[in-house]
């Protein structure tokens, strides 16, 4: 059981570049989101799904791009890098929207130069 | 909106003395409300979470805290903090009718002096 899994650990882009983050969860959960962690901000939600087929915006989704295929993946998309999404990005899952708690993978480190 | 709120950047406490730190939220419906804890260079480590029941929540490596719905504040609380408790905290929420979009909170590092 390997929780919520993501790849790559750390990436550099040049801007303009486009690359996917990925995310994948073994544990059945209906309900996958994204978040980036930027100094003094906190957390903050980009786009969520509530399963497959399902997705919608959170707080900071300009520039991002999500989909939701399976149950177990949920892919974030940077279509066109830019500096301003340099930040560490961190993808959770849930079981029951959060009744029992949400996972968190170990994050990416994303620098745009 | 919704939002979560940690007043204090950083809390410094002695090791042995007792830790709080404070969270306050303003969510729509009952509240979801969770602590998470943050070593350098990880990911988040979940703590304890108020979905309902008791007020006083009980939670991983001794903490615990206590949900206060008068005052919309659910605060983490430790009764002897250890050296290995400096670590970034953040309150995290969301309300019953927002279930998943988890609000979170600026974050708060607790140092714990020798």
Redesign the interface.
């Known amino acids: 059981n390997a929780g919520v899994t993501q790849t790559p650990k750390f990436q550099v882009l040049k801007t303009g570049q486009s690359m996917t983050l990925q995310c994948a969860q073994d544990m059945n959960h209906e309900?996958m989101?994204w978040?980036r962690q930027d100094p003094?901000?906190?957390?903050?939600?980009i786009h969520?799904s509530?399963g497959a087929g399902i997705t919608d915006q959170?707080e900071v989704p300009n520039g991002y791009n999500v989909s939701r295929s399976t149950t177990e993946d949920f892919p974030l998309r940077l279509l066109s890098a830019a500096p301003s999404q340099t930040s560490v990005y961190?993808c959770?899952s849930?079981y029951d929207?959060?009744?029992h708690?949400?996972?968190?993978?170990?994050?990416t480190r994303l620098t745009v130069v | 909106a919704q939002s979560v709120a940690q007043p204090e950047d950083q809390v410094n406490v002695a090791e042995g003395n007792p830790l709080t730190v404070k969270c306050t939220y303003s969510v729509s419906g009952n509240p979801y409300l969770f602590w998470y804890v943050q070593y350098p260079n990880r990911g988040l480590q979940f703590l304890l979470k108020y979905i309902t029941g008791d007020n006083l929540v009980k939670g991983s490596y001794g903490f615990e805290a206590e949900f206060n719905k008068s005052q919309t504040s659910f605060h983490l609380k430790k009764p002897s903090a250890l050296v290995s408790d400096s670590a970034l905290y953040f309150c995290a929420g969301h309300g019953s009718s927002n279930t998943g979009k988890l609000i979170f909170g600026q974050g708060t590092t607790l140092q714990v002096k020798p």
């Open positions: 309900y989101s978040y003094g901000m906190g957390l903050r939600l969520y509530v959170g961190f959770a849930s929207r959060g009744s708690g949400y996972t968190f993978g170990s994050g």
